[in-house]
């Protein structure tokens, strides 16, 4: 790569500066210090380093200008085929972000230190194990440790994070280019390739505000660690793609997926996932416009007598354009969810759901993007099954009336396999509305859920 600019470099010092200042009250040699030991670890990493020990390439072979998660056309190749390209090797890497966030709403008084109050801590690690099995299988499974674990002091909790196992094979001659595989994961859509998933799309720094305390469709991450799927997929021509998975509750034998995830979410029998994508490549561009279908039925009560029937309709889009030293990245995505509750009497509910993101990286080292979160619901939310008037509080009877709003974001990449970013959440609907919210956490404005996050976020492993 090209040194880049001294012109870039004071005015990146300068922003980073008042950031520290502004925003965290965190003194700069704190995170130089913290940035130059991070650097210094990772000198020597690449990508997932697992995967990058195995294939011999770097980050960018499989991150669109390196940023973490997006795949390129190569890196769908590698998960597509089981993680088996290359050789076999050292299967284990760590990933670590430290991260200081505030909310403008939030209670600045109280005691003891909490996930918002902007001091500059560790937040999340996680431990890999991933790689080639056998010339046709492959893993990627990731451990967690959260330290504040949705709690409001730094207590530490490890769970079983993502998991994807797959066995696959590859027919490829002049005529045609068929992939198919097997594959079981913890997770509805971690086994996707594409960005504009809910899984690896909108949202994937792990100390990011996202959407708030919406409640979105159960495709957006209720059934993440809970659940275990078996299904099987093809690729065909590097055009069309194919999947049916079957999701049931993750007890039992498949117990090593769910570990350490909270109270155990029990789903009926098999719950069946659908996908399909239309994919084109041609020069440094590529498109794909996909369609999925999930069908769960939840339990609602402990004796699991009683289930809410929830159906996912969503459709999505991604564009890419990759040509060194400019990558950019596109991806919307659009649910709609019906909810037939168990409780009798309970009128039938919709949830939409719209996601969108637009990145930008500059000679995979300066990058900015900008994420648009439109969750809406209708007023049946207020009862029926665990959203029961009885059962729940207040707000989170509140939270389904829709939230709104938009994260710009810029980062900066000084070496590969670390990232620095800031962030700022900007809520135009909260609880349905824009004001009138009442007082307390809120400020009576949807804007008193404005967050600011600045985190660190590096992968290690040579």
Known sequence: MNSYPTQLDCAAVKLFRY????????????????????????????????????????????????QFPE?????????????????RSIPLAVMGVFGASTVKGAPTTG????????????????????????????LFAQITYDNYAGDTSASGHVFSDNTDFRYADRIIDTSQDLIYGFDLNNNPGVQDVWNSTPAWGYNVVPISTGFGSAVGPLINGTLASQVAGTGAYLY????????????????????????GNGQQIYIKGENPYLRLALTHEWGAQNVMIGYSYFDVEQYTDPTRTLTNHYRDNTVDFQYQYLLDPHTFT?????????????????????????????????????????????ISNSSNNMVGGTLNPMLASASEMAGQA?????????????????????????????????SGLG???????ASGDNAVVFYVWGAFGN
């Not at 003891?112 to 492959?138: Q, W």
């Not at 307390?440 to 404005?445: V, W």
Request: some cysteine; charged content about 15%.
């Open 236 to 259: 065909w021509d590097k055009t069309v793609y194919a999947e049916i998975s079957g999701y049931r509750t993750g007890d039992g034998v498949y117990s090593f997926m769910t570990q």
């Open 402 to 434: 829709g939230t709104e709003g938009w994260t710009p974001e810029i980062f900066w990449l000084p070496i590969q396999n670390v990232r620095v970013g800031l962030q700022y959440t900007m809520f135009d609907r909260v609880n349905g509305v824009a």
């Open 439 to 445: 007082t307390g956490t809120y400020n009576g404005k």
């Open 71 to 87: 795949l390129t056309p190569y890196g769908r190749l590698f998960k597509l085929t089981g993680y088996t390209i290359g050789k």
């Open 111 to 138: 005691a003891g230190h909490t996930a918002n109050d902007g001091t500059l801590t560790f937040d999340t690690g996680s431990l890999f194990v991933a790689g080639k099995i056998t010339d046709k299988s492959g």
């Open 330 to 374: 596109a991806e919307i995505t659009r649910t709609n969810e019906t909810v037939n509750y168990g409780d009798a009497g309970a009128l039938p509910d919709t949830v939409n759901s719209l996601l969108a993101k637009a990145s930008y990286t500059y000679e995979a080292k300066y990058g900015a993007a900008l994420s648009y979160f439109n």
């Open 19 to 66: 950031c520290c200042r502004r925003l965290f009250g965190v003194k700069p040699f704190i995170i130089y210090t913290l940035l130059l030991t991070t650097a210094l670890l990772s000198v020597n990493a690449r990508a997932v380093p697992a995967f990058a020990r195995q294939t011999g390439q770097n980050c960018l072979a499989c991150h669109a200008g390196g």
